[in-house]
Each structure stands twice: as structure tokens, then as C-alpha cells.
């Protein structure tokens, strides 16, 4: 079995652990590059200054956009032992675009393990949810998160990519609706305190933060 057919099967059962590997951002990890379709590489790399520049259009005019970036310039805290996270958290989204700050308040999620080696990030409370794979891969001082985003009454959405066999090959993205993918980059802000970033999507920039 090749590695890509052997990553996929991990993938499949939610028990992901590729090697770990450390890089200058925005370099990634080979596996999380055959994993990613391209544009969402490129997506994470500029996640960043995405988020930024949206805050700094509502920095006068919006508490919340300073408690925004009041959290993303919060001291990051060493990355602790990935499957360390397992458990119970509370989350909330703050979102971001041209014309709009909103921050909501905490929900109910699950970071969970499933095998040996796979961290789900399961949010279900709340309208807006979301599903997917905390790697241990990084870049510099944050995992990878990848899966999908949904609304309540639609079904859960996976990650598109996960569905192909190789996200590089020429027309592999043909006629695949990537609208619910989410990736982010996942920070340790200190003990029990995570922040992720997620890669802007139709305009909009968003972060979580857990707590437990």
C-alpha cells in the first residue's frame, strides 16, 4: 500500500497522526500538502494577514474587533502533546468581515480521540458547527486543522479533499463543492487555552477559542 492510500485509510476512520515536522511558515508538512488542495495552502499561509486587515478596518468603531485582536496577539504558549487535548471544551466563534464583527458567546464542543492516534474536533452546539482533524503536523507554533463547516438541518460536511485520490493531479477539483471546507491553524494560548485561526472564506475571517 502507497503512503497517499495509507493516509487515506487513517482519514477515513478519523485516525490521522502524520509524522511531525517542523518548518518556517508557510512551509508545510508533505503529508498536510497532499492532503490540502492547493488553494487552501495558500489560504492558511495568508490567514494571518486576512484576519488582520479585516480588524484594522473596525478598530476605531468596535470593541469587539480590539477584543479580536486583543486574543490574536495573546501570548502563544508551547504546543502541548496533541492527544493531551482529548476532552470536553467550551467554545466561541469570532468572526469578522468588512462590514460586520460579531463575537458569540461559548458552546459546548469535544475534542475526541478516535484510534490509536486521531483528534476530532466535534462542535455541534449551537447553528453553526463544525468537524474535522487535528493533525500533528505544524507550522512552527500550531497544529493543522482540517474538515468541514455546517448549519444545523444539513448533514455533517467532511473535508472535500479526503474524497480524491490526489488533490495535485490536474482536474482533480473538477466538480467538487469545497464551499464547507474549513482549515485553520491551531495555537496553544497556555493550559487548557486554545486559539484557531481559520483560513478566510467568502470575505470572512474567524477564530475559536477553547477553554476547559
Request: a negative charge; one cysteine or more.
Amino acid at each position: 500500500m502507497n503512503k497517499r492510500a495509507g493516509i487515506r485509510l487513517h482519514l477515513m476512520a478519523c485516525a490521522l497522526a502524520l509524522p511531525l515536522a517542523l518548518g518556517p511558515r508557510p512551509a508545510f508538512a508533505d503529508g498536510v500538502e497532499d492532503l490540502l488542495w492547493p488553494r487552501h495552502i495558500a489560504a492558511l499561509a495568508e490567514a494571518e494577514a486576512e484576519l488582520t486587515g479585516l480588524i484594522a478596518l473596525h478598530m476605531d468603531t468596535s470593541a469587539d474587533a480590539k477584543a479580536m485582536w486583543d486574543l490574536f496577539n495573546a501570548p502563544p504558549a508551547p504546543l502541548p502533546n496533541r492527544l493531551s487535548l482529548e476532552g470536553r471544551w467550551r467554545v466561541r466563534s469570532l468572526q469578522i468581515r468588512q462590514d460586520a464583527v460579531n463575537i458569540y458567546g461559548f458552546f459546548p464542543c469535544e475534542l475526541r480521540r478516535e484510534g490509536a492516534t486521531g483528534l476530532v474536533l466535534d462542535k455541534t452546539s449551537g447553528s453553526q458547527k463544525r468537524l474535522g482533524l487535528i493533525l500533528d503536523d505544524r507550522i512552527e507554533d500550531a497544529f493543522v486543522f482540517v474538515g468541514g463547516s455546517y448549519t444545523t438541518g444539513e448533514p455533517a460536511r467532511n473535508y472535500s479533499g479526503f474524497a480524491v485520490d490526489d488533490v495535485k493531479a490536474p482536474g482533480s477539483h473538477l466538480g467538487i463543492d469545497m464551499s464547507a471546507d474549513s482549515v485553520g491553524l491551531v495555537r496553544s494560548l497556555g493550559r487548557d487555552h486554545l486559539l484557531i485561526i481559520f483560513a478566510s472564506n467568502d470575505g470572512r475571517s474567524e477564530m475559536y477559542e477553547l477553554k476547559r
